[in-house]
């Protein structure tokens, strides 16, 4: 049972326009989003987080939205570069497992800007 | 500074061998987990540790896994009896202080045959 889905497994973007990357959960317990980027051959690099008493935070070319009611959130990178070409995953935590402690990830999304 | 270290980076083993997997936190970071990512997936959560202990071991698959953490700073994870269905990236991840992000390692590569 997927409780964190990333239903698009990629996406492929000009350089210069927005990348949309979207998230949707099905635990309610989930209070706290992060969104990681990756590399190949490299872990996981934490790019931003979203706690559930927020709707939106933003972080330079990187937002990330929050949709309670919809269980749904997105990243969204404007002007998007050849360098974020890389694998977006989407991770949730809830307060049983402690804030960062135990996340539950999505399948990643692979992202791939034109020059 | 010095990122997560993760030794070795690729380790192929026969079906039923017995294997380590070495992690070495940011110096200072009290807290450290294990993920493994097969392929085609996301990470999934394995063992997370503070200080010495293990605060939480739920995502261990079975009582193949072992992990360890003696001193509060390396750790290790142990494989008995591998299958082929181990094979995957193994990451570890430390944090300063459980609820700060996690910094990940490059993983190590497991492939059983």
């Known amino acids: 049972d997927q409780q964190v889905k990333q239903n698009s497994p990629s996406l492929s973007v000009q350089e210069g326009r927005i990348s949309i990357l979207n998230c949707d959960y099905t635990n309610s317990m989930f209070d706290y989003f992060l969104w990681y980027k990756k590399y190949p051959a490299e872990g996981p690099t934490f790019l931003i987080s979203?706690?559930?008493?927020?709707d939106k935070n933003e972080d330079g070319r990187f937002t990330v939205f929050l949709n309670k009611s919809a269980k749904h959130l997105s990243l969204h990178i404007v002007p998007s570069q050849p360098g974020d070409s890389a694998v977006y995953f989407c991770?949730?935590?809830?307060?049983?497992?402690?804030?960062?402690?135990?996340?539950?990830f999505g399948k990643g999304i692979t992202l791939s800007v034109r020059p | 500074g010095a990122g997560v270290s993760q030794t070795p980076s690729n380790k192929v083993t026969e079906k039923g061998k017995y294997v380590e997997l070495r992690c070495d936190p940011i110096s200072g970071h009290t807290a450290l987990y294990w993920y493994r990512q097969s392929l085609g997936q996301g990470p999934e959560f394995l063992i997370y540790?503070?200080?010495?202990?293990?605060?939480?071991d739920s995502g261990l698959p079975n009582d193949r896994f072992f992990a360890v953490r003696p001193e509060g700073s390396v750790s290790t994870l142990k494989i008995q009896r591998t299958e082929r269905g181990d094979s995957a990236v193994y990451l570890c991840?430390?944090?300063?202080?459980?609820?700060?992000?996690?910094?990940f390692g490059n993983g190590t590569r497991l492939t059983v045959t």
């Open positions: 991770a949730a935590n809830s307060p049983q497992a402690g804030a960062n402690s135990k996340l539950t």
């Open positions: 540790f503070q200080g010495t202990g293990a605060a939480d």
């Open positions: 979203i706690s559930s008493i927020k």
């Open positions: 991840a430390s944090s300063l202080i459980p609820g700060s992000p996690l910094h």
